[in-house]
């Protein structure tokens, strides 16, 4: 049985959780985000696993970090894993849209389901789903909501995001 654990961090986005399993970051949680699954899923409170993640975190949100090195656990299917890579791969302070991430995985119709697994990204942030965006740059889909993604691309794009949105 694995073990999972969970730590809260304040942020500039509200506060966020933090859920490592077997001392392994595997998910992020926004508050009011969508798709947040049940805090009993959250595992027992303890900070320890999470030291680097959360120095990096605050690093990216000074602006003084643009790619986080850390290892994850994800779970998802071979189709989402590959997507949650392609994410990775969307330099900091760019965006890609849906389509472009599908013709980058080889499957140039697939901008729907490309959405549907961006969409199911448990670490967000840190697997920077906010970098996509709808067809001519629009603001579509983010789970944490479209405010904090415009606030995320705005601290990557060097802006003043505006302050307290929420």
Sequence with gaps: ??????????????????VAVDGVLSRIHMTGQRH???????GEPDPRP?????????????GELTEFDL????????FQLRVWEELCRIPYGETRTYGELAEALGNPTASRAVGLANGKNPVSIVVPCHRVVG???????????????????A????????AALF
């Excluded at 067809?135 to 691309?153: E, F, H």
């Design 50 to 62: 999470f030291g680097e993640a959360i120095h990096q975190l605050d690093a990216y949100f000074a």
């Design 155 to 162: 601290l990557e794009a060097g802006a003043q995001a505006p």
């Design 135 to 153: 067809a001519g740059g629009s603001l579509t889909g983010y789970g944490g909501g479209l405010d904090r993604k415009q606030r995320l691309l």
């Design 36 to 42: 947040r699954p049940p805090e009993e899923t959250f």
């Design 71 to 78: 290892p994850l656990h994800l779970v998802g299917t071979p």
């Design 1 to 18: 049985m694995p073990t999972v654990q969970h730590t809260v961090v304040d942020s500039p986005y509200e506060p966020l959780t933090l």
